[in-house]
């Protein structure tokens, strides 16, 4: 039950007479949602993680085979990136670019190219996407796998993409 509250049009939310109150993010399966689904805490939190590679990757790269290190990116990097990319990065990319922007870096650092190298090498060299570009394939993999394997899909998607 709800009933409005006095301060600034706000309302409150009570549950068996116990106030539920108001946050401005919530973390839930390790995506951080915010009040107004701009996702730019969870996208802040994925970035403090990452920036942490920089200097490991900057160390490793002359330790460690090429195979090596592109094991180590999947582990660490991109596992973080494509954990939920269909969810948080359905933003406005200006929120995106800090992602992108370190995205790049690591994968300049530990291919141990220069700052000039077009960013299409990067990615070809390693065989995956900028995360808008996951986040568009993340989606038609999904909306694939619930047109032509319904059965295998959560029962709330299964007709959601049949009509």
């Known amino acids: 039950m709800t009933f409005p509250h006095d301060k600034a049009n706000e309302t409150l939310l009570c549950i068996n007479n116990q106030v539920?109150?108001?946050?401005?993010?919530?973390?839930?399966?390790?995506?951080?949602?915010?009040?107004e689904l701009k996702w730019t805490?969870?996208?802040?939190?994925?970035?403090?993680?990452?920036?942490?590679?920089c200097s490991i990757f900057y160390q490793l790269r002359s330790m460690l085979p090429i195979q090596?290190?592109?094991?180590v990116y999947f582990a660490f990097v991109h596992s973080r990136l494509l954990y939920a990319v269909e969810i948080y990065a359905n933003t406005h990319k200006c929120y995106l670019e800090k992602l992108i922007k370190i995205n790049n870096k690591?994968?300049?650092?530990?291919?141990?190219?220069?700052?000039?190298?077009?960013?299409?090498?990067?990615?070809?060299?390693?065989?995956?996407?900028?995360v808008p570009l996951l986040h568009q394939h993340n989606l038609i993999l999904f909306a694939h796998k619930i047109l032509h394997y319904p059965h295998k899909s959560p029962v709330l998607f299964q007709y959601y993409l049949s009509k």
């Open 106 to 130: 690591l994968l300049r650092i530990i291919q141990n190219k220069p700052r000039k190298t077009h960013l299409t090498e990067l990615y070809e060299n390693y065989c995956t996407l900028p």
């Open 41 to 53: 805490d969870h996208i802040n939190h994925l970035y403090k993680k990452l920036i942490k590679y």
């Open 20 to 35: 539920i109150n108001k946050v401005s993010s919530c973390r839930y399966l390790g995506v951080i949602t915010d009040d």
């Open 68 to 71: 090596v290190l592109k094991q």
